[in-house]
């Protein structure tokens, strides 16, 4: 049987650093029945691709559950690119056609969040302890290598982060004719549904969690205040220039205001899943970006990880931008609830 990693399994395959599939060179086969009890026994054999694995078959016979890997039957046809080749010794489903096999187990926003992580130019990845051990000797000797453009976030400890930035797995282009390919297939809907707000290439999961709980209409438990822009081009002016020494800056999140009002740009910091940042430069900057009338607005994860504060936040945000800051009504409150528990979700757990 050919080994095709889908699901959650290969979700967390394309999550996993080039780096990581390198120490490991090929993975072991679940062919044989003393196949699947070597891959029992051995620690962590496909490193932080947990076991059972989800493997993708066609063929009804060919199902099976255990402690190993469990299958899904795919008999549909397939959209074109659905399968990857590895050098790795296994076959994983492309990025696409693995959020559309998980879909119909997520909410729509969680779908959207996984849409935004393929696209961007980040990825989530929680090593095991053997393997984070050793990415951190290799951080700490300054001997890790960057394969493929993949760097991971160092805390200011000098400890790896469970974030790394890479370049984007798929574009946005793909994701509109994947979308059109798969029309009528299991899970192309749920996918379309989640594709639709994705509004540009995200930096960070702290990113996409304050887009949508900010961003999404409050029909669907947002606060109405989107959809932003993300990471925003802005040329510097010749006095901006000045204030900030550099002559470009890209923003997280970015929103025109309404009647007269200045544009809000959203920074995201300090969150345990979105990069460092240099506290001088930050200031140069917004001073540079209001110095041409456009409003900074800093925000960390404790203000959106409290519903309250959350509110309050919203509101803020909605003034400035000269829009109506009215409390969610009851059933809106309780699909604010619903999303706000979805989109702080633990974003590695999210599919599992």
Not at 86 to 106: A, D, H, K, M, N
Request: one cysteine or more; hydrophobic letters at 40%; glycine letters at 8%.
């Amino acid at each position: 049987m050919e080994m095709v990693l889908s699901h959650v399994s290969a979700l967390q395959f394309l999550r996993t650093p080039p780096v990581v599939h390198q120490m490991y060179g090929s993975y072991p086969d679940i062919s044989s029945r003393s196949a699947k009890r070597a891959l029992i026994r051995a620690p962590a054999p496909y490193g932080s691709i947990s076991l059972p694995l989800h493997v993708l078959v066609a063929n009804p016979s060919e199902a099976y559950r255990g402690r190993s890997y469990m299958t899904h039957t795919w008999s549909m046809p397939m959209p074109p690119e659905a399968l990857i080749d590895t050098e790795y010794g296994v076959t994983v489903t492309s990025p696409l056609f693995t959020i559309q096999c998980l879909s119909p187990r997520l909410s729509i926003a969680q779908v959207t969040m996984l849409l935004y992580e393929m696209a961007g130019t980040f990825s989530v990845y929680r090593p095991v302890s053997r393997i984070r051990s050793c990415l951190q000797r290799l951080v700490d000797a300054g001997r890790l290598p960057s394969v493929g453009g993949w760097r991971p976030m160092i805390g200011l400890d000098g400890q790896l982060r469970d974030l790394w930035r890479r370049p984007p797995l798929v574009e946005l282009a793909d994701l509109n004719r994947h979308i059109a390919a798969a029309s009528g297939l299991y899970g192309a809907k749920r996918l379309a549904s989640g594709a639709r707000d994705v509004h540009g290439v995200a930096a960070s999961p702290f990113e996409v969690q304050v887009a949508l709980l900010l961003g999404l209409p409050r029909a669907r438990g947002g606060f109405g205040l989107g959809p932003f822009e993300h990471n925003k081009r802005i040329a510097f002016s010749g006095r901006a220039r000045t204030l900030s020494d550099k002559g470009v800056c890209y923003g997280d999140l970015y929103v025109e205001g309404v009647q007269g009002h200045q544009p809000v740009l959203i920074e995201c910091q300090g969150s345990a899943y979105h990069g460092l940042s240099n506290a001088s430069s930050d200031d140069n900057r917004a001073m540079a970006l209001q110095s041409m009338g456009i409003t900074v607005v800093r925000l960390r994860q404790e203000q959106i990880v409290n519903p309250r504060r959350l509110s309050s936040t919203a509101g803020f945000i909605a003034e400035l931008l000269g829009k109506s800051a009215v409390p969610h009504t009851a059933k809106q409150g309780k699909k604010a609830a619903r999303l706000h528990a979805d989109v702080l979700a633990d974003w590695w757990e999210i599919g599992a």
